[in-house]
């Protein structure tokens, strides 16, 4: 039950999108199409649980231990660049299919701080996270993201097609779209 | 003095780690039935943010609009 709480915590109260800010580069960048946007979603679920996987370790064992916890954002951004890497290799060297689905967006995710802003959060209270509470947050995270960008795909698919003033469309439009879709998911704030 | 030793130590090999995950993934091909699907997804054109009326979304691209503006 503390996980379920947990999952649904991290996908739609603190959602990191909309709610923390995060990510928001692609958020905006990729999701004028869908089939992007549900690789971008999958990619960024499997390498945030796989990124906390390897940091939560790192920071509790290595860099706790040997007292030198200051360095945890340089050392996450390089842990991170290094995954992403190296799970673009097994990808492309085992599954093709499945690199043509969400490998292809492995190097954005890379430089998406909302990766390692989870990376960061979940070791920010390191004496009362234990490793699966954290790897349950970095998944509801991941859904929590692909969710709404799904979800924001779709709506401006459907805004394409709309009569939106001159003076709004492309950006704009988005902009108050994401707004009102973040003041909506503020309402779901008493969930839990 | 010690502790500086292990802050470069821990950072010098994640740093070799970066390094070595990056050659690995330089030498790995992407395969050719996704390389045009690679190409599209990382170029500028991709991005909603992409201008038309500029060559790329990159720094210089950055730099010669903020100096039209001013």
Do not use: H, W
């Not at chain 1, 945890?72 to 799970?87: E, P």
């Amino acid at each position: 039950m503390e996980y379920l709480a947990i999952l649904i915590g991290a996908m739609f109260i603190n959602n990191i999108v909309l709610m923390q800010f995060l990510g928001l580069c692609s958020f905006f960048g990729i999701s004028t199409k869908m089939k992007p946007v549900v690789g971008m979603g999958l990619a960024v679920i499997v390498v945030m649980v796989l990124s906390v996987a390897i940091t939560f370790p790192l920071y509790k064992f290595v860099l706790v231990g040997l007292q030198i916890t200051y360095i945890d954002t340089i050392a996450f951004i390089l842990v991170i660049a290094s995954l992403v890497q190296l799970t673009e290799v097994v990808i492309k060297r085992f599954s093709k299919g499945l690199y043509k689905a969400l490998g292809i967006y492995l190097p954005l995710i890379a430089t998406n701080c909302a990766v390692l802003g989870v990376a960061l959060q979940n070791v920010g209270d390191i004496a009362n996270t234990n490793y699966l509470s954290a790897l349950t947050y970095a998944l509801g995270s991941g859904m929590g993201y692909a969710f709404i960008i799904i979800v924001f795909a779709a709506i401006r698919l459907r805004l394409n097609s709309a009569n939106v003033p001159r003076a709004l469309k492309g950006m704009p439009i988005a902009f108050v779209t994401a707004g009102l879709m973040a003041l909506a998911f503020m309402g779901l704030s008493g969930l839990i | 003095m010690e502790q500086f030793l292990i802050l470069l130590s821990v950072l010098g090999v994640i740093i070799l780690i970066y390094v070595g995950t990056m050659y690995l993934n330089d030498k790995t091909e992407i395969p050719e039935e996704c390389r045009e699907a690679y190409l599209e997804a990382q170029g500028c054109k991709s991005c909603s943010a992409f201008r038309k009326d500029s060559s790329s979304c990159g720094f210089k691209d950055a730099l010669k609009i903020m100096e039209d503006k001013q």
